[in-house]
């Protein structure tokens, strides 16, 4: 089965001519060579730009390379925009399956015999069509008589399995490059495609999604920079999920916010702050914030709202992690380097014989050239290529948890180029992540800490005499049964050592019993074999 995907692949690709995408100049002879012999794979689409090859490429293949393309649609700073242009049509715009399929399977899931018996004005044509699922419009009959307007999602039939092809070659390519390739030890490929697994399968099921949307809402109940919509979950399975149907503007379509007067810079600004809050605050991050995903309310474009679709990946951090970035991006924002090489030290994500000064040097040479500039005047294509440098001259290790937050660090910075390019970045991300590091040490930390405890030491306060009372009555037994027991394993070791002094003497005397006889002194020989035999009833007896 890998084997056969794999040539598919390539075949794929090779029909597509995007062997167009490496400059000439980078191809071997033995490679251009190789590729005139596949004359049966020739690309068989001139007619389309190279683009539009790609982006046809990519779909052909499925769901794990369109998601693929999704992320590179948002890097206008490292593809071309002819590139760029064809790949932002797979955000939500992938060939759709048949609507009347759709509806049998909606039918199914929630055992209706007709899709009329819960929804009205069904829709079979698809209102938008992904990687993994499509949306199809209608109206929710409640119990009050009532309509409310509602998209139904629905996962493709049969993508499971092909899913799982594409993460079995995808597994068997990341042992070779563990094995083979100079980085493959640091760069970790096998625990970043098991992690990637666990979040491409954890996204076909839509209860999942569910549940993650309904989180997400209730973190940001109340707020003006983030709406989620409602999910109606007593109608939501595993392949089917019903949700309230918002009206924004696309996120992606500057030209209609630009004409309702929508203010650009805090739209941009509130997309920070939105991530931010999620990774820091809340530990429970939307991961799949390509511009397909995301839509601007319509009300108060002077006072402009996020609307976040389509929860079914979201990251998360532990305590650790956490406080290791945040103390991260502060130290950067503080152009304070030697403290970030510390962090990478004490984290232990960098070994330990590495030299602060050298490591906190190449970090400087990297990172410094990026500050007091926006957006549109920083190439983070080169920031990103000159930081993978320097983690493989210091064997810097992938760390797995982090990729999904390093891909919506993506996102982000892609949706701030697009939305408002003169953006500082950092001047934004700043103050909230030292206020965030300030509520995490000192007096107020404290007092957080003791009221989230308090209910569980108000619980057990009632047992504390009874709990003091049996430590100091069993406290002097388990301590004299631990005496003995040590007293004990001193007495064997001591045995054991006895044992292995004689066995050594028994075979010394053997062998110089062997070397006596060999050389006709019999006596000597007869001796050292008695001498040799004592010491191994001896080493037996102990």
């Not at 068997?172 to 490929?189: I, N, Q, T």
């Not at 954890?202 to 569910?210: F, G, I, N, T, Y």
């Not at 994500?349 to 005047?377: D, G, M, N, Y």
Request: with cysteine; charged share 20%; proline share 5%.
């Amino acid at each position: 089965m890998r084997i056969s995907r794999f040539y598919q692949i390539q075949k794929t690709l090779l029909q597509y001519g995007l062997d167009e995408l490496i400059p000439a100049h980078w191809q071997p002879w033995y490679a251009k060579l190789l590729r005139r012999s596949a004359f049966w794979l020739k690309n068989r689409y001139p007619e389309h730009s190279l683009g539009a090859r790609l982006r046809l490429a990519l779909q052909s293949l499925g769901p794990v390379w369109i998601k693929f393309g999704q992320m590179l649609s948002t890097r206008r700073d490292l593809l071309p925009a002819a590139l760029v242009d064809e790949l932002t049509i797979l955000q939500d715009n992938v060939a759709p399956f048949p609507g009347a399929e759709a509806q049998t399977l909606i039918e199914q899931a929630l055992g209706l015999g007709n899709i009329d018996e819960l929804f009205e004005h069904f829709s079979q044509k698809p209102l938008a069509s992904a990687s993994i699922a499509q949306v199809h419009t209608a109206q929710l009959k409640q119990a009050d008589g009532s309509l409310a307007d509602v998209v139904i999602k629905v996962i493709r039939p049969g993508i499971r399995k092909q899913i799982e092809a594409d993460l079995a070659l995808m597994d068997s390519l990341a042992v070779m490059a563990a094995r083979f390739l100079p980085d493959g030890k640091r760069l970790r490929p096998r625990e970043v495609v098991a992690e990637y697994r666990k979040t491409i399968l954890d996204e076909l099921d839509l209860q999942r999604e569910a549940a993650n949307a309904i989180q997400l809402r209730r973190n940001f109940e109340h707020s003006d920079s983030l709406y989620i919509p409602f999910v109606y979950a007593d109608y939501s399975r595993h392949n089917v999920m019903v949700m309230e149907r918002i009206y924004g503007i696309p996120v992606s379509d500057i030209a209609a916010l630009e004409a309702q007067g929508t203010n650009m810079e805090l739209l941009a600004k509130r997309g920070v702050e939105v991530f931010f809050t999620q990774v820091f605050r809340d530990s429970f991050f939307h991961a799949d914030m390509h511009p397909g995903n995301i839509f601007v309310a319509r009300e108060h474009p002077d006072n402009p709202k996020y609307i976040g679709i389509d929860c079914g990946i979201v990251g998360t951090l532990n305590a650790e992690d956490k406080r290791y970035l945040a103390e991260n991006f502060v130290a950067f924002f503080n152009r304070d380097y030697r403290k970030v090489a510390q962090l990478h030290l004490d984290s232990g994500w960098v070994p330990a014989h590495t030299k602060v000064e050298e490591f906190e040097s190449a970090i400087r040479t990297v990172c410094e050239p990026i500050f007091q500039k926006p957006l549109a005047e920083i190439s983070f294509g080169h920031v990103l290529l000159n930081l993978f440098n320097t983690a493989r001259r210091f064997e810097m290790q992938v760390q797995p948890q982090l990729v999904l937050l390093q891909k919506t660090l993506l996102y982000i910075e892609g949706l701030g180029r697009q939305l408002y390019p003169q953006l500082d970045l950092w001047k934004t991300a700043k103050p909230f992540l030292e206020n965030w590091v300030k509520q995490q040490v000192g007096l107020p930390a404290i007092w957080r800490q003791v009221k989230e405890n308090l209910p569980f030491w108000a619980e057990k306060m009632p047992q504390m005499p009874e709990l003091l009372h049996r430590y100091l009555e069993q406290g002097p037994r388990q301590q004299q049964a631990l005496l003995l027991q040590m007293q004990q394993m001193q007495q064997q070791q001591h045995q054991s050592k006895q044992q292995i002094i004689h066995a050594i003497l028994a075979a010394a005397c053997l062998i110089s019993a062997s070397i006596a006889f060999t050389i006709s002194t019999g006596w000597l020989a007869a001796s050292l074999g008695l001498i040799a035999a004592l010491f191994t009833v001896k080493a037996l007896l102990i």
